[in-house]
């Protein structure tokens, strides 16, 4: 009875370091002048896991996928915290390898950011055709 006991406790172990955690971090878009920031707050799903992911201090995130072997694929279907967009937009709906080696990297850029960035180049467009106008 007490190999039986035994021998189901080793197994157990072993089935539960077979499970692989996928990790990942969300941080902003890099500027030249400005560093990226991590994120927290941030709501992931991913199309296989049951719950919403929400990223903690530092922008750090994981999940394990029962049954989910590595190179095996999930899908991300949503990233979103309020105020931010996500750069990369073809990144809902890929499929990633489930890693415990290499970690998910979101980006995302702040709306202000990004209207400023309009602004920015709508005013450079505008400056440059004024110029070439009154030549």
């Known amino acids: 009875?007490?190999?039986r006991v035994l021998w189901m406790m080793i197994s157990l172990c072993m089935g539960m370091s077979?499970?692989?955690?996928?990790?990942?971090?969300?941080?902003t878009l890099e500027r030249p002048s400005?560093?990226?920031?991590y994120l927290t707050g941030v709501s992931i799903d991913i199309l296989e896991y049951p719950n919403v992911i929400v990223s903690q201090k530092g922008g750090k995130f994981s999940f394990i996928i029962p049954g989910k072997r590595f190179g095996e694929?999930?899908?991300?279907?949503?990233v979103q915290k309020k105020g931010y967009s996500l750069v990369d937009k073809q990144l809902k709906g890929r499929r990633?390898?489930?890693?415990?080696?290499?970690?998910?990297?979101?980006?995302?850029?702040?709306?202000?950011?990004?209207?400023?960035?309009?602004?920015?180049?709508?005013?450079?467009?505008?400056?440059k055709a004024k110029k070439d106008y009154d030549q």
């Open 1 to 3: 009875m007490m190999k």
């Open 18 to 27: 077979a499970m692989a955690q996928q990790s990942g971090i969300v941080r």
């Open 34 to 37: 400005k560093p990226s920031e």
């Open 73 to 78: 694929p999930f899908t991300v279907t949503r």
């Open 96 to 127: 990633f390898a489930y890693s415990s080696s290499v970690p998910l990297e979101i980006v995302m850029v702040s709306d202000t950011q990004l209207e400023n960035d309009k602004k920015r180049i709508e005013n450079k467009a505008y400056d």
